[in-house]
């Protein structure tokens, strides 16, 4: 080996071993952001408001509550997202982080006006990760939201994480939507995306205060609220709770979640599915778009008040067939809720329509939400399975002598 390729060599390791650290960032010199709104003030600018955990409180081992709050709120206001979050600065002691950001509000009259910039900033910024999760404050601002304090998790971006994807896999209604998923369905031909809502229930200024986190109930809460409806990237209204159930069925979304049936007499059950699989499939036939879906539902049977013998198997059989038409008749409303009230394809079906015939979608995708997804023959079937009846049979309700 020449002298020159020894000193290649050399340099090479030294360059290596002292560039490792180049770009580091100690943790205590930072202000770790959370939770992040974006709303509209009334000179049509964007206000930006980041929420800071505070270690020192985070951390502390006494009992009862914190010395302190966990978390503070900066806000900024500017005439870009860019300008803005460049403009808290001026306001946290140190250069606030994002990556950790867990997740993004965005105030129901910004999100009326179109998201589309908004999300502009957050998916170009390197510092961003895209698996944080977006919703919308019902009724509200994002600010208001980022300032109510929780009393389980002391980070409330934490609750609202924590919360939203709890309440996805065992009741349904909700939607965690990332970045990644949201850009997807703003993208993507033939389907117009949803973001769930949150409000505040109770009196916000109180929500606000340590006293809030201090007695058994709170004086004001955060609450996961129905779906928020887009057509493109501006939202049009809200899917109540049944529709928001309704529309994640279609979707297959479901993991698990309960459903309050008619009994086939008088009187209702609680059937609770542990287990559903929705298959769509599109076809189009004579220039005519159709669209069927199939649900296969499993679950068990989770409160009966109603006087049935559960020892039988007609029982069951007719408890099965009541759970399908509750379904069907579900899932239809939801469909046609969305087609009278909205007018836009949030299931997805131009998407399934163009995967099925290309050719046909490209006559089709024009004036597909004002017209061809409002005429859309769509065929609803269900076959639900009731595996276990719970620790007893019949209820007890029947046995109870006077």
């Known amino acids: 080996m020449t002298r020159k390729s020894i000193t290649l060599v050399i340099i090479s390791i030294l360059v290596l071993f002292s560039s490792g650290c180049w770009n580091r960032r100690e943790l205590n010199e930072l202000a770790i952001s959370v939770g992040e709104g974006i709303d509209r003030d009334n000179e049509g600018k964007y206000q930006i408001s980041t929420q800071i955990v505070i270690p020192g409180e985070i951390a502390s081992k006494t009992s009862g509550a914190a010395s302190g709050l ?3 709120i900066f806000t900024a206001t500017e005439d870009t997202v860019f300008e803005a979050m460049r403009e808290l600065t001026t306001k946290s002691p140190r250069p606030i982080y994002h990556s950790h950001l ?19 900033m957050f998916s170009r910024d390197h510092e961003y990760r895209s698996d944080f999760y977006i919703v ?39 939607a965690a939507i990332t970045l990644d998923k949201l850009i997807q369905d703003l993208v993507t031909e033939g389907k117009n995306p949803v973001l769930t809502g949150i409000e505040i229930i109770g009196d916000p200024a109180a929500g606000q205060t340590q006293k809030n986190l201090e007695i058994i109930k709170p004086t004001a809460y955060l609450k996961y ?21 309704g529309y994640n069925f279609i979707m ?40 069927e879906i199939h649900i296969k539902s499993e679950g068990n049977v989770g409160e009966v008040q109603c006087d049935i013998d559960l020892t039988k198997q007609k029982t069951i059989e007719e408890l099965e067939k009541s759970v399908e038409e509750d379904l069907i008749n579900l899932v239809e409303k939801t469909i046609n809720n969305v087609k009278e009230d909205f007018s836009t ?9 163009h995967r099925a015939n290309a050719e046909a979608w490209e006559k089709l995708k024009s004036d597909w939400n004002d017209k061809h997804f409002t005429d859309l023959e769509i065929n609803v079937k269900a076959d639900i399975k009731i595996r276990r009846l719970g620790k007893i049979g019949n209820s007890i309700t029947s046995e109870i002598k006077e």
């Open 345 to 353: 394809d949030v299931f997805g079906f131009g998407d399934a329509i």
């Open 252 to 291: 297959n979304n479901v993991k698990n979640t309960v459903t309050d049936v008619n009994c086939p007499k008088e009187g209702k059950f609680n059937f609770e599915i542990v287990k559903s699989k929705t298959e769509v499939t599109a076809k189009v036939e004579n220039s005519t778009p159709k669209i």
């Open 102 to 120: 867990r997740v993004l509000v965005i105030g129901e009259s910004l999100a009326k006006e179109g998201i589309g910039e908004v999300l502009d």
């Open 70 to 72: 966990p978390v503070r």
């Open 225 to 245: 609220s129905g779906l928020a409806v887009f057509k493109s990237d501006k939202m049009l209204g809200w899917l109540d709770q049944d529709e928001s159930k």
């Open 136 to 174: 919308i404050a019902k009724d509200t601002s994002a600010e208001n939201i980022l300032s109510i304090l929780t009393s389980i998790e002391k980070i409330p971006a934490n609750n609202m994480v924590s919360s939203l994807e709890t309440s996805e896999k065992t009741w349904a209604p909700t």
